[in-house]
């Protein structure tokens, strides 16, 4: 299995407080990417970076930001968490973002906006 | 915009039968690739299976197999000798051959069940 860490793995945590996950890979892996999966939708890209401190927005971006300051971790950030950011997040890797390219993916981080 | 369309919430399979699930796609890009990802009870995402659009053959992996029809844009996955452990959610993704390198689109899933 891929060497991907998200932490935590369960979060609590009340309306408008920050919030920050951590995902961290032992592959040297160049490409991380954040997606939220919620029940009647598929899994949506958040962010994505493309190497340290490069980072682009994915489909759901609006009140997340990330932030990469070395090769193998990857936060995400939710300055002030609602209600609607109730969901897993997962975070994935590839070696260098092809569109063929193998993504793997973590465990995820079940996190819970009261 | 592209989509992903997986019609079939749930499914249910006897074991060491064949069940295919059916998803469709819309693009206008030529070039892009589409995915089968298993997601089981653990939550771990883990890749079925993968085909590149310009390959009009069909990939396989060992029991899983697609049917893939470009025109009707139309990605299948049958799996064959179903087995417990293949009981998970399943998604059907797609990802365009150019511009961003992050966006892979899912669909919504379908929940696949194996009685013994």
């Known amino acids: 299995d891929a060497g991907i860490t998200q932490s935590p793995r369960h979060k609590v945590t009340e309306t408008g407080t920050p919030v920050t996950l951590r995902c961290h890979q032992t592959?040297?892996?160049?490409?991380m990417y954040w997606y939220r999966q919620d029940p009647g939708h598929g899994l949506r890209l958040i962010h994505y970076?493309?190497?340290?401190?490069?980072?682009d927005k994915g489909e759901v971006s609006d009140g997340y930001s990330v932030s990469r300051s070395k090769t193998e971790d990857f936060l995400l950030t939710l300055e002030s968490a609602t209600s609607s950011q109730t969901s897993v997040y997962f975070c994935?890797?590839?070696?260098?973002?092809?569109?063929?390219?193998?993504?793997?993916f973590g465990s995820g981080t079940q996190l819970s906006v009261l | 915009a592209q989509t992903v369309t997986q019609s079939q919430p749930e499914m249910s399979v006897q074991e060491a039968e064949t069940v295919t699930l059916s998803c469709t796609y819309d693009?206008?890009?030529?070039?892009?690739?589409l995915f089968w990802y298993k997601q089981p009870p653990s939550r771990q995402m883990i890749l079925v299976i993968r085909?590149?659009?310009?390959?009009?053959q069909n990939a396989t992996e060992n029991r899983f197999s697609v049917n893939f029809q470009k025109a009707a844009k139309s990605f299948s996955l049958k799996i064959s000798d179903s087995q417990l452990g293949d009981a998970a959610m399943y998604f059907c993704?797609?990802?365009?051959?150019?511009?961003?390198?992050?966006?892979?689109?899912f669909g919504k899933g379908t929940k696949l069940s194996v009685k013994p």
């Open positions: 592959e040297n892996h160049r490409y």
């Open positions: 085909q590149e659009a310009y390959k009009q």
């Open positions: 994935a890797i590839s070696e260098s973002g092809g569109p063929n390219e193998k993504l793997f």
């Open positions: 993704a797609y990802r365009p051959g150019g511009g961003s390198q992050g966006n892979l689109i």
């Open positions: 970076s493309y190497g340290v401190k490069d980072t």
């Open positions: 693009t206008s890009e030529s070039d892009y690739y």
